[in-house]
Structure formats: structure tokens, C-alpha cells
């Protein structure tokens, strides 16, 4: 998997300092690999199965909950985010794109596994499972950097609804 650019990273920023909840809590992450994008076809969509990216980041004081641990609001936020990006990195006019970009949430099921103590390096490992023009499953693990431990799994199910087309 290949390193992310200098404008992905900025453009993650972007992205995650515009979500409006929580953006100090993106200072702890970026974008550690990076599938390559998947060329549009002839409707300007993308086959995205399978496609990955990778976040790294570390534990801060501001994801923990009073036992110095990885909070679990913290978690849902990370896997929120992250599987969100993976989307708004993959869109085009016509395929997850505006207005919508990384859609709407319908369902997000986590599991809780371990706890992640403040200051842990974690990786954030994304794939779109399963993606058509309006639906995405993904799934999301957060990982210990060092050992593989995982802290943390979920799947996210968005719906992407193009915007009401107005009627003369």
C-alpha cells in the first residue's frame, strides 16, 4: 500500500477540521497508507470493493475516558471519521460526490475489544467491503501500532442520496 501525498494529508485535515464535533480530536491522526484510487468508468463511478486506506494516530488525553483509556465516544468518533474519509477519497461528481460526499450514516455497530491506554500509537485500518452509487459498507479496526492488538472493530453503513432535483 502506498504512502499517502502531502494533499491527501492536507485534504484529510480539511475534512476532519470541517466535521464540526470534535476537531481537535483529528490532531492525533493521519494518514499512514493509502490504496491507489480506482479509475472512474464511463458514468464516473469507481470499483471500490476492497479498497483501503490507513490512519495512524496516537491516544490523547482528549480521547480518554477518567482511567486514562481509549473513551468509547472516542472510538465512534475515530471509526466515524475515518470510514468517512475513505469515502470523500474515493468520490467523484457522480459517485459519492457534493453535496453528500461521504453520505449518511444509517447504522454503525462497534465492538469494544481492549482498552487503549493514553499515548498508545494505534493504526485505524478502513475498507469499503461493499460499495454501490448509493450504499457503502465498511469496516474499521483499530489496532495497536507495535503488537497487532486490536482495540477496537465496527462496520458503518452509509446511503449517499443525490441532492432533490427541483421541479419547474
Known amino acids: 500500500m502506498p504512502q499517502a501525498t502531502r494533499e491527501q494529508q492536507d485534504h484529510f485535515k480539511v475534512i476532519t477540521s470541517m466535521a464540526g464535533f470534535a ?15 480506482p479509475p472512474e468508468d464511463e458514468k464516473g463511478w469507481r470499483m ?6 490507513v490512519f495512524e494516530g496516537v ?3 482528549d480521547w480518554t475516558n477518567p482511567l486514562g483509556n481509549m473513551h468509547g465516544a472516542a472510538y465512534a468518533w475515530v471509526f466515524d471519521s475515518c470510514t468517512s474519509a475513505a469515502l470523500i477519497g474515493i ?5 459519492w ?5 461521504s453520505g449518511i450514516s444509517l447504522s454503525m455497530e462497534l ?14 485500518e478502513v475498507e469499503i467491503v461493499k460499495c454501490s452509487p448509493r450504499l457503502a459498507n465498511l469496516r474499521c479496526e483499530v489496532k ?17 442520496k443525490a441532492p432533490s432535483e427541483g421541479k419547474l
Open 91 to 95: 468520490h467523484t461528481p457522480t459517485f
Open 144 to 160: 495497536d501500532m507495535k503488537t497487532g492488538k486490536i482495540y477496537g472493530t465496527g462496520t458503518h453503513l452509509k446511503l449517499w
Open 59 to 61: 491516544v490523547g488525553k
Open 111 to 124: 465492538q469494544y475489544l481492549n482498552p487503549a491506554p493514553m499515548g498508545t500509537r494505534v493504526l485505524i
Open 48 to 53: 471500490v470493493d476492497g479498497w483501503k486506506i
Open 23 to 37: 476537531p481537535s480530536l483529528a490532531d492525533n491522526l493521519r494518514i499512514y497508507e493509502i490504496d491507489d484510487i
Open 97 to 101: 460526490g457534493p453535496p453528500m460526499l
